[in-house]
Nanobody, 125 residues
Framework: QLQASGGGLVQAGGSLRLSCTFS????????MSWFRQAPGKEREFVAG????????YYGGSVRGRFAISRDNAKNTVYLQMNNLKPEDTAVYYC????????????????????WGQGTQVTVSS
């Protein structure tokens, strides 16, 4: 089970940190990622981190502004979002995949086994 939190309303240029807590299994066995979905758009890959935290992946639109991290001792993955833009407005979802995921699979939402409930991020201009 995944529980996401930390969303809210922020002005353009501001920051937010999302958290996602994993329960009911062994967190360190899973790759973790964040996706987002804006109204009328397809779900989009935002960031991912492998089971050990040694590899990270980012979608092109957030690279350099967002950072994904994980704390395996706390069963939690984070998404630090800086310099937010109105186009970042979306529902953000955390997702857990198999620890054996290869690089190319991180970007596809069909490769994940578990999903959080989503947390709304709204960026005003």
């Amino acid at each position: 089970q995944l529980q996401a939190s930390g969303g809210g309303l922020v002005q353009a240029g501001g920051s937010l940190r999302l958290s996602c807590t994993f329960s009911g299994g062994t967190f360190s066995n899973h790759a973790m990622s964040w996706f987002r979905q804006a109204p009328g758009k397809e779900r989009e890959f935002v960031a991912g981190r492998n089971w050990s935290g040694s590899r990270t992946y980012y979608g092109g639109s957030v690279r350099g502004r967002f950072a994904i991290s994980r704390d395996n001792a706390k069963n939690t993955v984070y998404l630090q979002m800086n310099n937010l833009k109105p186009e970042d407005t979306a529902v953000y979802y955390c997702a857990a995949g198999k620890g054996t995921m290869i690089t190319s699979t991180y970007y596809s939402d069909t490769q994940y086994d578990y999903w959080g409930q989503g947390t709304q991020v709204t960026v005003s201009s």
